[in-house]
């Protein structure tokens, strides 16, 4: 009922940057947090970034002064920009959406992945 997409990932060189985006589409009434998650080959999926319906942001201590999430909330769209990005940065982003549909029923919705890699 939900899809979440998520585009912008690739090749980048360290010290590149890229920026990700993520479009939640379908029958959606209101979404409340919207977040980047990603998951390193033979690792376990951790949180990037959070961005509540509010606007508050979170970030892992990894990330912190180099990745800015924001949101579009007309167009229910996060992004993530990602600067300074180096090899422990490369994973399969994913994101997130906390949605209430419109009939009224409530769910977090995750998208495919976009992979990005930070390779010379």
């Known amino acids: 009922q939900v899809q979440l997409g998520e585009s912008g990932g690739g090749l980048v060189q360290p010290g590149g940057s890229l920026r990700l985006s993520c479009a939640a589409t379908?029958?959606?009434?209101?979404?409340?947090?919207m977040a980047w998650h990603r998951q390193a080959p033979g690792k376990v999926r951790e949180l990037v970034a959070r961005?509540?319906?509010?606007?508050?942001?979170y970030y892992a201590d990894s990330v912190k002064g180099r990745f800015t999430i924001s949101r579009n909330y007309a167009e229910n769209t996060i992004y993530l920009r990602m600067n300074s990005l180096n090899s422990e940065d490369t994973a399969v982003y994913y994101c997130?959406?906390?949605?209430?549909?419109?009939?009224?029923?409530?769910?977090?919705?995750w998208g495919r992945g976009t992979q990005v890699t930070v390779s010379s």
């Open positions: 997130n959406a906390d949605v209430r549909i419109r009939s009224g029923g409530r769910s977090v919705y």
């Open positions: 379908g029958r959606i009434f209101s979404i409340y947090d």
């Open positions: 961005i509540t319906s509010g606007g508050s942001t």
